[in-house]
């Protein structure tokens, strides 16, 4: 399961980047999305053991066509087992393995490192790191109290400075560490989990989707995000609801009122909201 992996498949503005999106240059708006992919696909990284081609072509220095090569090479010749074994793809050259290496993983394979963000260039840096602790390279990975001993400023030259060495050691403390918060699980209310079953005056847990000029939308967990107006988002004037709300908080919201056919739900974050009447 690697939701990255599916969520690269979307054209970016399709996903919901604001109500103006339209109001810009588009080829602007494109290229600034498609970095924003590019940054999240390099800072998780890519098990080039299981990655499609389309994810693959996110990598820094990975064209669509190399992309298709290296799967096109692990369908005939099986997993890669190194780093290194990407030379044998067509097309893929020493610039396109120095930009792209070390964001490529390779989990299980010969060299611990290549499941880990360390660079190919920097391999020898932490082999030196293990022969001066006399162990193996795998232990510096599992080991802290080995890692606690290393002396980083012994292994700066004209070309390592202190803030790579603290990357590297870094990275192996937690190799191909998910850069992600950690998930906080939620749960929505067992008494909605369909429009049908809203009814005004109920009070509900919910999670901020989305936040317009206009109000804030909030997925209560029955298929279908309601609306809390400016006006409703708190007991006090609102300037513009982003001082009150943000995209992904957790909120308790109270129904106001509910249209089943027109599948709209209007909501309250006030303490006490007024609960327009069945008559009106």
Known sequence: MDPLAELVKI?????GVGQYQHDVDQKELHTGLEDVVVSCVNAVGVDVNTASPHLLAYVSGLKPSI???????RSENGRFQSRRELFNVAGFGPKTFELSAGFIRIR???NPLDASAVHPESYHIVEAMARDLDCAVADL???SDLRARLNLEKYIDDKIAMPTLQDIL?????????PRKEFEMFDFSEEATDISHLKPGMNLPGVVTNVTNFGAFVDIGVHQDGLAHISQLADKFVKHPSEI???NQKVRVTIL???IPRRRITLSMKKNPVIPSSDN
């Open 11 to 15: 054209d970016p503005k399709s996903i």
């Open 67 to 73: 992309a298709e090569n290296i799967v096109a090479y």
């Open 108 to 110: 299980g394979g010969e």
């Open 141 to 143: 990975l599992t080991a």
């Open 170 to 178: 870094t990275e192996l403390a937690k190799p191909g560490r998910d």
């Open 245 to 247: 709300v943000r995209v």
């Open 257 to 259: 009122a509910v249209d």
